[in-house]
């Protein structure tokens, strides 16, 4: 038996595709794969129907080794050849810009809707592409989107030199690197109102701030800009309640006391405050977070909240208690306060949001435990893929690093690294990977996300292979680490 490789999206698949190159990755699986097929009388556009197809490649003992999806088919003609690619294809595109609107929008970072092309989508899955511009108004941005995913949305045919290669060219991607094609949205676990400060509230005997996330998380510390006016020596009291028709409830699900001497009493700063345990919230219910004094109300020495009476927090609702009637009853003239909550979001959760964001995987296993607790915010215009690989990079509560394989069923799995004494095979002298009985072993590709041994007493760790098929030679990436062996 010899290599051969097969389209699964194809009742009867065309044979002849002789694998040439592949390579794998510790980050990912399998990375790439270029195929030949020297049948000349294949027409370029049964080639372009290929583009997006799944691919398996087999070895000559017929195991499976190699799984992904045709990205680019070339195919020389003489002197000259045709490409085909689903590199530079889009099918769902938005614009995100500086407006040009005046007034007050002027210079703000907007975003278009994302627009869709069906038979695009239908034909290869959905791709999408963010387009970053600067000044725009909304009317050009919108143009640039409509044009740009008119001209991306098919693979289109380029005329390419065919220099040394001849024949047919088919080269693949794996299922890792399906994960580029769509877009992370902007998140941030910073919940709250925090613009300029307009206008300020001194504290009497309770001040209310309503808020509804719009995801569930558990809220980990409050923030509020303050100041205390004199010298008052309680501390205030910070509560987060639950909603009853439209004012603070009686249910308090989380509580926190700030003492006189962590406030400024020359100007309004920001103080934070830390829970003891983290406090679960749920989406889209409306809570409140409410602020009183220890201490009695004392016209001389008292605290000060910073405001926004500009209204700019639309979803919630600033209340004052009436110590006489013991009512809750809004601010004259209305205002929002200025506040942040931090949540805390689980690196393994995120990684399967991502994962499933992707949609490109039958499913996602995370083998490593625990995750991280931490606020997370991500950075905009990211790809699944890049903010995927900055959460795999966290590791583990214990600082384990964490490697990422798509197996042939698709499924996306997340695992620890292994430990460098778990070494099974050595690096020659010769630089060709060995099994334990000191021959080349005859699967190299195996090696790929372990550790070496080595006659220098230098273990490495193979992060990459590349395997020429013809002539069965192969290049490794590897990290080389210092490593005394255990008694």
Known sequence: MSWRAFLTDRQNPLSGLKPLELSWDALGGPQDAVLGLGTPSVSFAALQSWLGCGVEIYDPADRLV??????????????????????????????????MEPGKDFGTLTQTAWKDEPTSQALYGIK???????????QQALFLRDASLRRWALPSR????????????????????RMRWRQWQAHTDILGHS???????????????????????????LNTRIRKIGSP????????????????????????????????????????????QPCPIAAGQKHWLVISRDGAANPAAYYSLGLDENLGF??????????STGQWKPRSPEADLLFKLTMLSDSAELMAR????????????????SGFSLPYVSESGLDCQEEFLRLLRLGTPSLENLLAWVTPKRRLRVFTMPEANSAEFWLGKDGRIKAGDG?????????????????????????????????????????SVDYVPSA
């Open 158 to 177: 380029r005329l390419t030199p065919s220099l040394t290669l001849t024949g047919i060219r088919v080269s693949c991607r794996g299922w890792f690197g």
């Open 314 to 323: 639309p979803g919630g609702k600033l209340l004052l208690l009436d110590a």
């Open 439 to 479: 021959r080349n072993l005859e699967t190299p590709w195996q090696a790929v996300g372990t550790w070496l041994r080595s006659e220098t007493g230098a273990d490495c760790f193979v992060e990459n292979l590349r395997l020429h098929i013809p002539d069965q030679s192969y290049r490794l990436r590897t990290t």
């Open 354 to 369: 991502v994962a499933e964001t992707a949609a490109c995987f039958s499913g996602f296993d995370y083998e490593a435990g």
């Open 66 to 99: 190699w799984w992904g999806w045709v990205e680019k088919i070339s195919q020389t003609f003489g002197a000259t050849g045709l490409e085909s690619s689903l590199e530079d294809l889009a099918n769902r595109a938005a614009v995100r810009y500086r407006s």
């Open 128 to 138: 999408e592409r963010l387009l970053r511009q600067d000044l725009l108004s909304e």
């Open 195 to 221: 613009p300029a400060q307009q206008g300020f509230q001194a504290l009497g005997a309770s001040l209310a701030q309503s808020f509804t996330p719009a995801e569930a998380g558990s809220l980990a510390a």
């Open 233 to 276: 020596q309680d501390s205030l009291r910070f509560q987060i309640r639950t909603d009853s028709l439209g004012q603070p409830g009686g249910a308090v699900l989380a509580e926190a006391t700030l003492p006189a001497s962590a406030i400024s009493g020359e100007s309004y700063a920001w103080v934070s405050l830390w829970l003891s």
